[in-house]
């Protein structure tokens, strides 16, 4: 029915709208997926959720065991819409337990941190497998926690007296480069048909306005003619 309802829904939304959907569904990926711990400044999770989109990162995790997730909308600028937003309190998920999800479903599980033995960003292999990202504080950085399960460390090479980018500045290039590399690669990194369809009809229902009484006259008609 799924397939029937996607093409009712899009008679209500513009025809630029749609090819704009068709456009960017073929550049959505969940090869790497972005998990954010307890980032405090709203104006950064925007920011990094803005980046994700820009580059076609549609899973983000955020990891709020100290500080509530807040969406600033002036930097985000609808970004959040697009994204499947996957949120995390200590009292329903330990840490433990999301990196052991993410494991099941065939994710490295690589830290980010700007100093110490880690894997420069040029010198990262994507070919051997999909990437959970983990973004720690500007100050504190990842928790001892996800250091000790992370896989592998991944670091920006810098070349100035700062140690450190902004952690939205960080995503952006992480993001930016590890796309451009999958697009070049024999890397199988887009959606499956089926994933292309559910995340079409969630933008759909975010796109028109009184989408659910739509949905339910489509439904009720359809049982109707049966």
């Known amino acids: ?3 029937e309802l996607i093409p009712y829904l899009e008679s209500f939304i513009t025809h ?8 960017i569904i073929n550049y959505r990926t969940r090869y ?17 959720l803005r980046s994700c989109d820009c580059f ?6 955020i990891i709020e065991n100290r500080n509530n997730y807040e969406v600033n909308p002036d930097i985000a600028l609808g970004a959040d819409k697009w994204l499947n937003l996957m949120s995390y309190k200590s ?9 052991h999800n993410l494991r099941l479903r065939g994710y490295r599980i690589v830290g980010t941190k700007p100093q110490g033995p880690n894997t420069k960003l040029q010198n990262f292999d994507l070919e051997k497998g999909p990437v959970a990202l983990m973004f720690g504080t500007e100050l504190e950085g990842l928790s001892e926690e996800i250091m000790n399960e992370a896989e592998e460390f991944l670091q920006i ?18 993001l930016q480069f590890m796309t451009y590399r999958l697009h070049n ?21 975010r796109s ?7 949905e339910k006259e489509f439904f009720t008609r359809n049982k109707a003619n049966q």
Request: hydrophobic share 40%; proline share 1%.
């Open 32 to 48: 790497i997926t972005v998990v954010l711990e307890d980032l405090y400044q709203s104006h950064n999770v925007s920011a990094v």
């Open 56 to 61: 076609g990162i549609q899973d983000i995790h």
């Open 157 to 174: 090479p810098m070349y100035g007296f700062t140690e450190s980018l902004n952690i939205s500045v960080s995503v952006a290039i992480i």
């Open 16 to 23: 630029r709208r749609k090819s704009l959907f068709d456009k």
């Open 185 to 205: 690669s024999n890397i199988k990194w887009q959606l499956s048909e089926e994933e292309k369809n559910e995340i079409e009809l969630t933008w759909l229902r």
């Open 1 to 3: 029915m799924q397939k």
């Open 208 to 214: 028109i306005r009184n989408s659910s009484t739509i």
């Open 91 to 99: 009292h329903e998920n330990s840490i433990r337990s999301i990196i």
